[in-house]
């Protein structure tokens, strides 16, 4: 069988020379299941060869690392890369922390904060991937289908639901609480937090994915059109729930927060995401080649040994998952799912099983640089992560929907 390359439209042609038989798309007639209204992003990029694959790894991993000492040198109070890398190899070290020093800064503070910000960020951008592949649409990403508004209003819900008010949302902008370790499996902890985003996520993607199937076509503007308008409804619902429950100075924080914050990290944020993201990571690897199929049309990876309903159910939790913990440690973070997966498609193609680590190396290293402009942008004020992203994604999702619309889509 010849090698499937996501989201190349195939042509049968006559024999050479005739033009007997008109070109054709690979799947059904439009507007059914696995027809061409709903496939994947054009790719005809040909992929680098492995040892070329391996090399953009290698360096994706030095920038990150790059990245990750700027973001723990850089700050209010600069410290210098020798001295960032000298506490932390104390700290991993084992000695306990130097009074006069910057021990308190680096390790408490800063280096959390970093880490958060490479696993939210490749959570992202495998969330992203996968979703594009599962819906077959270039404009699919977890904040403009409405996936992370859904999962900030599950995370929300659970913190007034289950305290009676907003006092387990301190910890996510560094207050203690949810954030911290101690109240990490509580209702308003990380883990209570995250199954309620959890459930908000899948909630949300369902009704989007109904609505965008309502009769019998599947045309990415209405997937899109769909998840913008669910995503604004539960983001109101969720504005409401915030503004009725807190007092003035914690709804400031809930809110800041849920426009994308990195400000509560702490070594017990970290628990669930570095559990997560390598866990969906390794998930999504081992469907790799399943996710190549179904991006050509189910029809297509049916005949090639695919359980496309239990594919699409799976994806549908680990995605819906993934955004839960990322949301309830982060807040909504916009367009870097989106974003992430077409910059990755330009550099090694569409096959998933290069294109799902390179994307979750490059979405932590985008966040973390994302971060370091958030903190040092302004003096004496902090900017939302969601912000930056929103200011950086926008035009990325306006000049593939020009390119979509221009191709009849």
């Known amino acids: 069988m010849g090698r499937l390359v996501a989201g190349r439209a195939r042509t049968d042609a006559g024999p050479a020379g005739t033009g007997a038989r008109p070109a054709r798309t690979d799947a059904s007639p439009a507007g059914t299941a696995s027809g061409p209204t709903d496939e994947a992003p054009e790719l005809t990029r040909t992929p680098p060869s492995p040892a070329h694959t391996l090399w953009i790894a290698v360096g994706l991993l030095l920038a990150l690392l790059v990245a990750l000492t700027a973001a723990v040198s850089l700050g209010a109070t600069d410290i210098a890369p020798g001295e960032v890398w000298s506490v932390v190899f104390r700290r991993l070290g084992g000695e306990p922390p130097r009074p006069g020093t910057d021990d308190l800064i680096v390790w408490q503070l800063r280096v959390p904060r970093a880490l958060l910000a490479a696993l939210v960020g490749a959570g992202l951008g495998l969330v992203g991937t996968a979703t594009q592949a599962l819906v077959r649409n270039p404009l699919a990403d977890p904040y403009l289908l409405g996936i992370s508004n859904g999962a900030s209003l599950g995370a929300v819900a659970a913190m007034v639901l289950g305290t009676?008010?907003?006092?387990?949302?301190?910890?996510?902008?560094?207050?203690?609480?949810?954030?911290?370790?101690?109240?990490?499996?509580?209702?308003?902890?990380?883990?209570?937090?995250?199954?309620?985003?959890?459930?908000?996520?899948?909630?949300?993607?369902?009704?989007?994915?109904?609505?965008?199937?309502?009769?019998?076509?599947?045309?990415?503007?209405?997937?899109?059109?769909?998840?913008?308008?669910?995503?604004?409804?539960?983001?109101?619902?969720?504005?409401?729930?915030?503004?009725?429950?807190?007092?003035?100075?914690?709804?400031?924080?809930?809110?800041?927060w849920l426009m994308g914050s990195l400000g509560g990290a702490t070594w017990g944020t970290l628990a669930l995401p570095v559990l997560a993201v390598p866990a969906g990571l390794l998930v999504l690897q081992a469907r790799a080649r399943a996710l190549n199929a179904l991006t050509m049309g189910d029809e297509t990876a049916a005949s090639v040994g695919v359980d496309v309903v239990r594919l699409r159910r799976l994806l549908f939790v680990v995605t819906s998952l993934l955004t839960g913990v990322l949301v309830a440690v982060s807040g909504a973070i916009a367009f870097v799912g989106l974003m992430v997966p077409h910059l990755c498609r330009l550099i090694v193609g569409g096959d998933h099983r290069r294109l799902l680590p390179l994307a979750a190396l490059t979405g932590a290293l985008l966040l973390v640089v994302v971060d370091i402009v958030c903190r040092t942008a302004m003096d004496g004020q902090e900017l939302p992560v969601g912000v930056v992203t929103a200011l950086i994604g926008a035009p990325v999702l306006l000049y593939v929907l020009d390119r979509r619309l221009g191709v009849g889509a």
Request: glycine share 26%; proline share 1%; charged share 10%.
């Open 164 to 256: 009676g008010a907003m006092a387990g949302m301190d910890g996510l902008f560094g207050t203690g609480g949810a954030g911290g370790a101690g109240g990490a499996f509580g209702l308003g902890g990380g883990l209570g937090l995250s199954l309620a985003a959890f459930a908000g996520a899948l909630t949300a993607f369902a009704l989007v994915w109904t609505l965008a199937r309502r009769g019998g076509g599947f045309a990415p503007l209405r997937l899109v059109l769909a998840g913008v308008g669910i995503g604004q409804f539960l983001a109101g619902f969720t504005s409401y729930l915030v503004l009725q429950a807190g007092d003035e100075q914690q709804t400031r924080g809930v809110l800041f």
